[in-house]
């Protein structure tokens, strides 16, 4: 089993930054590819970054250049940084940990963006 708690979400002006978190509850956090997906309103969830045990990066084109995704294995938990946001990345953020075979979800957190 694999907890995901997420935090960082916030009211924000377009052009202004947030940081996510996502603490996870694991042994074994050190191995798993962790990654972040986000759901707007009206919208099926969709991917937005993620990063292998080795620190190998991937990103949406829609946020490329704009995010950054890290992990500290030595705190179990990895990160969002979301720089020049728009009102178009308005939307509920979930962390991901894919582990045992199994899909794990955090219960996410609300990013919303201001015109």
């Known amino acids: 089993q694999v907890q995901l708690v997420e935090s960082g979400g916030d009211l924000v002006q377009a052009g202004g930054s947030l940081r996510l978190s996502c603490a996870a509850s694991t042994g074994i956090f050190s191995t798993i590819l962790m990654g972040w997906y986000r759901q707007a309103p009206g919208k099926q969830r969709e991917f937005v970054s993620h990063?292998?045990?080795?620190?190998?990066?991937y990103y949406a084109n829609f946020v490329k250049g704009r995010f950054s995704i890290s992990r500290d294995n030595a705190k179990n938990t990895v990160y969002l940084q979301m720089n020049s946001l728009k009102p178009e990345d308005t939307a509920v953020y979930y962390c991901?940990?894919?582990?045992?075979?199994?899909?794990?979800w955090g219960r996410g957190t609300q990013v919303t963006v201001s015109s």
């Open positions: 991901n940990a894919q582990a045992y075979n199994n899909n794990y």
């Open positions: 990063i292998t045990r080795d620190g190998i990066t």
